[in-house]
């Protein structure tokens, strides 16, 4: 059955069982992580290459990681559930690398919205770096695994500048930032 009914009082199970109300900094944390797995999910369907919409789920999983991994109540409950290794940000890392080694040297801050899939990769971008800044919240009293934090910092690198190669692969014009004063 889909509806259990015990979270009509407010309250939410962490992983190992305990309740918790569901604006918990932890909830709130995994919540948001949750609606990037969806919004990357969102985004994949306009990614044309296969290599792109592949690394997509592999995040998407790792994520998901994350996500158990933050729903822990205590080390114990932490010690059944999947954990990331180094290898993840270096899969991160290579990902980028690659990219950046094609794409043109950036000329300042870039406004979204020359293309449709690099804009709403720009926006699981901002989406990422709000998961991060709760994340380093939760971090405050709920320890989050340092892994985690790096592969969250780094997976916004990684969707900036799968947006800029988007952008480079529909040869599309990066604009760029402008203030009045420059006008």
Not at 3 to 11: P, S
């Amino acid at each position: 059955m889909i509806y259990t009914k015990r979270g009509d009082d407010g309250t939410t199970s962490l992983v190992g069982g305990t309740r918790v109300k569901k604006n918990d900094i932890r909830v709130c944390t995994y919540g948001e992580i949750d609606h990037l797995v969806s919004l990357l999910g969102y985004v994949s369907t306009f990614l044309k290459h296969e290599n792109y919409i592949g690394e997509i789920f592999v995040i998407q999983c790792k994520l998901f990681e994350i996500e158990s991994m933050i729903a822990c109540e205590d080390e114990q409950t932490l010690q059944r559930v999947p954990h990331l290794t180094e290898n993840d940000i270096k899969y991160l890392e290579r990902k980028i690398d690659t990219m950046a080694a094609e794409l043109p040297p950036m000329k300042g801050f870039i406004i979204p919205g020359s293309s449709r899939t690099a804009t709403l990769l720009n926006v699981a971008t901002t989406q990422t770096r709000r998961c991060e800044r709760l994340m380093v919240e939760c971090n405050e009293t709920y320890p989050v695994d340092k892994l985690a934090l790096e592969y969250i910092n780094r997976l916004s690198d990684y969707l900036f500048t799968l947006s800029r190669t988007v952008m480079k692969n529909k040869h599309r014009v990066e604009k760029y930032w402008k203030t009045t004063a420059n006008e």
